[in-house]
Nanobody, 114 residues
Framework: QVQLVESGGGLVQAGGSLRLSCAAS????????MGWYRQAPGKQRELVAR??????NYADSVKGRFTISRDISKNTGFLQMNSLKPEDTAVYYC?????????WGQGTQVTVSS
């Protein structure tokens, strides 16, 4: 059984920063990719950033502000979010492709006040 646990969400003023973490635990043989998605009220879930062994990619709306990274030795992924805007307010979900399966975390709320 594999679990993903997110942390680091919260309330921040516009222009501020937050760092999200996603810790994977359980019987892990390989993590092929990790990503962050977000879902704002009344909107569809969207990809924010994704990292594989060879590349990273970002949504246009966060390029230059967000940075995705991971610590392979700790099975943990991170999303550094700088210059936050009110439109970044959403529930952020971690996604990981582990042992050929996709897993999701429970989500963490990020609220950016203007």
């Amino acid at each position: 059984q594999v679990q993903l646990v997110e942390s680091g969400g919260g309330l921040v003023q516009a222009g501020g920063s937050l760092r999200l973490s996603c810790a994977a635990s359980g019987s892990i043989f390989s993590i092929n990719a990790m990503g962050w998605y977000r879902q704002a009220p009344g909107k569809q879930r969207e990809l924010v950033a994704r990292i594989t062994s060879g590349s990273t990619n970002y949504a246009d709306s966060v390029k230059g502000r967000f940075t995705i990274s991971r610590d392979i030795s700790k099975n943990t992924g991170f999303l550094q979010m700088n210059s936050l805007k009110p439109e970044d307010t959403a529930v952020y979900y971690c996604n990981a492709h582990i042992n050929l399966w996709d897993y999701w975390g429970q989500g963490t709320q990020v609220t950016v006040s203007s």
